[in-house]
């Protein structure tokens, strides 16, 4: 009959708090020349299922560049990624950027189960093949970030 209140826009998780862990991002609003203390910035407001800590979080605004870049023109779609850092610019910091796993088997059914056990609110163990999957994957950002996920058992 109720429900509790939705989170705030800028919800606490930053690109920081998820380095490394492989997400499904959700765009949901590309908006520009929002005022900070920074001067006017663009972003994207996204849900986040962060697949490896098994955790959502909603109604999210990201204000990287790269990351804005990379989401505006997905509104409406799941964007399945590892996050990392790009490459610095000269006197600059690496941008945050999100690196493709969408053709990574392990990372696809890892994704695919926690959104099935997301949206019908009951959550199992994760499945230990897809562990093994992904460290036998050659792609050591998604070993990394679904190891994690496996050592949450």
């Known amino acids: 009959m109720f429900t509790s209140p939705g989170t705030s ?15 499904v ?34 109604n999210i605004l990201w204000f990287p560049r790269v990351l804005v870049g990379s989401l505006k023109n ?15 610019k000269p006197g600059q910091s690496a941008p945050w950027v999100l690196v493709d796993a969408s053709t990574e088997k392990p990372a696809v059914k890892a994704a695919t189960a926690y959104l099935e056990q ?11 093949e897809i562990a093994q999957v ?5 792609n050591p950002a998604l070993a990394a970030a679904l190891g994690k996920l496996g050592a949450r058992k």
């Open 9 to 23: 826009e800028g919800s606490d998780v930053k690109p920081a708090d998820l380095e490394g862990h492989l997400l």
């Open 25 to 58: 991002v959700e765009p949901h609003e590309y908006r520009e020349n929002i005022p900070t203390s920074l001067g006017d910035k663009d972003a994207i407001r996204v849900t986040v299922h962060d697949i490896t800590d098994q955790t959502t979080y909603e």
């Open 74 to 88: 997905r509104i409406g779609q799941k964007v399945l990624a590892v996050l990392g850092k790009g490459t610095a």
């Open 118 to 128: 997301y949206q019908s609110g009951t959550f199992t163990a994760v499945d230990d």
């Open 134 to 138: 992904a460290a036998e994957s050659g």
